[in-house]
């Protein structure tokens, strides 16, 4: 699966706290990317933490929400545009994105459907790692009111696309 952050070279960064995790806690590791569009950040994080912890991937599995932003001309709610004409838009559903993750046995990846809300972690003990990629301020806030509260000592916040 497809992963936009591999374009930019964020996927290094990300990877890495998600890899230095295995060696700096003993117990199951649990993580949350909040705005995973094609769903290869998530692929990924539940390769490497197989056996290990469970990563969330939350996402509207049918394009950006562009209602949510503060305008409709603004950066934010166009952002995604290009990506779509680039990659299509098929692979961004939930449809999809479990199949793939099935053939590869990656039962750790949990995908959750749907706008960011104050429920949408509620089921979610605590979080080793996060990351926020929702492009819009609005989203932003509503995501971070949520993870704070639930982001342990010594996990790892990470904020991509913050305007």
């Known amino acids: 699966m497809l992963n936009l952050n591999s374009l930019n070279g964020a996927d290094k960064i990300l990877l890495k706290y998600a890899e230095r995790l295995l060696t700096e ?6 993580g949350a990317e ?4 094609y769903g ?3 692929e990924q994080i539940g390769e490497i933490w197989k056996g290990r912890g469970t990563i969330y991937g939350l996402d509207t ?5 562009k209602q949510l932003s503060y305008s409709q001309s603004s950066h934010e709610a166009y952002c995604m545009d290009l990506q779509y004409e680039r990659y299509g838009t098929e692979k961004l559903s939930y449809e999809y994105q479990r199949s793939e993750l099935d ?4 039962s750790n990846v949990i995908l959750k459907k749907g706008l960011i809300n104050e429920k949408s972690l509620s089921d979610v003990p605590y979080l080793n790692y996060v990351l926020l990629d929702l492009d819009m301020v609005n989203p932003m806030f509503v995501a971070f ?4 509260p639930l982001i342990k000592s ?3 916040l990470c904020l991509h696309d913050v305007t």
């Open 61 to 65: 599995f049918e394009g950006h929400p």
């Open 40 to 42: 290869g950040g998530v």
């Open 34 to 37: 909040l705005g995973i569009a």
């Open 154 to 156: 010594g996990g790892y």
């Open 145 to 148: 009111t949520i993870v704070d």
């Open 103 to 106: 053939k590869k046995g990656l």
């Open 25 to 30: 806690t003993t117990e199951p590791l649990i």
